[in-house]
């Protein structure tokens, strides 16, 4: 006669695991919700624990809850821009874009509410929050461009393209994620480029920096269909020359 099959046995989750337990149910729910939409009512049972243990662990309530979440989140996307310091810009731009774009793909909801502002959980403190992910964004970018002291031009031209990022992003969520997730990547990859290019007609530091960067660009590179793309359309423009 065969003996039962043994049941597992039955292990205490220690304080960081059960932490991280209650913090990775709130990320789900606030990736597809608005805060105000999640109530540890739906954090606890998403975990499968009572409304008690969430207060045990998370005793500022809600508010303290997307806090954490949300400095989990924005741990998670501070390290998206950062790539190893070789080969072309445009490659590792791609690569990097692709990691913010599915984040931003995957938690679509969540993503809206954070960057939109007007949460009743919105605190100067997540505006904090935020704004770090947004200045470590940039500083990678400058980093990736071989520039240890940006000027006011390179430097607000770099944070103007991070926002672009972010409003690109927020209008393909409410277009449908439209256009195609790779055609997104592809042409905030050309929007920097060519940002750098106008900038670079002013600012001699913008001008070395793409100089530097354009000599590691293949022709069959980003840079290179950019512009064999953008000759055509303003080849009827000899006469501003």
Do not use: N
């Amino acid at each position: 006669m065969s003996s039962p099959a043994a049941t597992p046995a039955y292990r205490r989750l220690s304080v960081e695991e059960r932490r991280a337990q209650l913090l990775g149910a709130a990320l789900s729910l606030f990736a597809h919700r608005a805060p105000e939409d999640v109530s540890l009512d739906d954090v606890a049972e998403a975990a499968g624990v009572s409304r008690p243990l969430v207060y045990r662990y998370f005793p500022g309530g809600k508010q303290q809850l997307y806090e954490a979440a949300l400095r989990s989140a924005a741990d998670e996307l501070e390290v998206c821009f950062a790539e190893a310091p070789s080969g072309p810009l445009t490659q590792r731009l791609t690569r990097a874009l692709d990691r913010y774009l599915t984040f931003v793909d995957s938690h679509d909801a969540g993503f809206s509410a954070l960057l939109r502002g007007g949460s009743m959980a919105e605190t100067s403190r997540t505006t904090a929050i935020v704004d770090e992910v947004r200045r470590a964004a940039a500083e990678q970018i400058l980093v990736h461009l071989e520039v240890e002291r940006p000027g006011p031009r390179l430097r607000m031209m770099v944070r103007t393209w991070i926002a672009a990022v972010e409003a690109a992003s927020l209008i393909w969520l409410d277009e449908g994620k439209q256009p195609p997730l790779p055609e997104l990547r592809g042409w905030l990859v050309d929007h920097l480029v060519a940002l750098l290019t106008a900038t670079a007609a002013t600012d001699g530091q913008t001008a070395d920096a793409l100089r530097a960067a354009l000599v590691h660009e293949p022709a069959d590179g980003a840079a290179g269909v950019l512009a064999r793309r953008v000759v055509p359309v303003v080849s009827g423009a000899a006469h501003l020359l």
